[in-house]
């Protein structure tokens, strides 16, 4: 099952030059949190900029899609792909974390059943920005204060055949 985890402001911008636009420890913690022992996706600009420091992750495994069909991540714990299809075949009897950037996000947003959505308070600076998305397609679980400044909120999509009398 495909699942995006994100953190945007109010204005949905999501980065900066390759970085998160704020540090809020407590977003920084979730993150981490959720994609424990978990696999994650991304695309290959959003990866070189983790790559230092992909290690503290503690992920099961990183996929990078890249349309670079020669790319290379030097790393043989890495997977990559290059068509959104052969990602949804991989996916089939596994849980994926979408952890950006914007490109990867908008391919995928079709696709997945959960979003992990972290609200951060206020608008700042950057040039990446969140989809915009039909939030008639998903049904709020619950929401999580983790500060002053972010709140979590925990989405699930709607299936059609429901979503009729809804």
């Not at 979408?98 to 959960?114: A, D, M, W």
């Amino acid at each position: 099952m495909l699942k995006i985890i994100v953190a945007h402001d109010s204005a949905f911008l999501i980065g900066n030059k390759n970085k998160l636009p704020w540090k809020i420890e407590e977003d920084t913690k979730h993150f981490r949190k959720e994609i424990f022992e978990q696999e994650i996706l991304m695309g290959r600009i959003t990866y070189e900029s983790i790559k230092d420091f992909k290690d503290s992750f503690n992920v099961k495994k990183i996929i990078v899609m890249t349309k670079n069909l020669d790319y290379d991540s030097k790393d043989q714990n890495v997977l990559v792909f290059h068509k959104v299809i052969d990602v949804l075949k991989y996916a089939q009897d596994k849980d994926i974390y979408i952890c950006g950037g914007s490109k990867i996000y908008q391919l995928f947003l079709p696709y997945v059943k959960e979003m992990i959505i972290t609200e951060i308070k206020g608008r700042y600076e950057g040039d990446s920005y969140f989809p915009l998305y039909n939030n008639k397609e998903f049904k709020l679980i619950k929401t999580e204060k983790l500060s002053d400044r972010a709140s979590v909120k925990y989405l699930v999509r709607i299936d059609k055949k429901d979503s009729l009398f809804t």
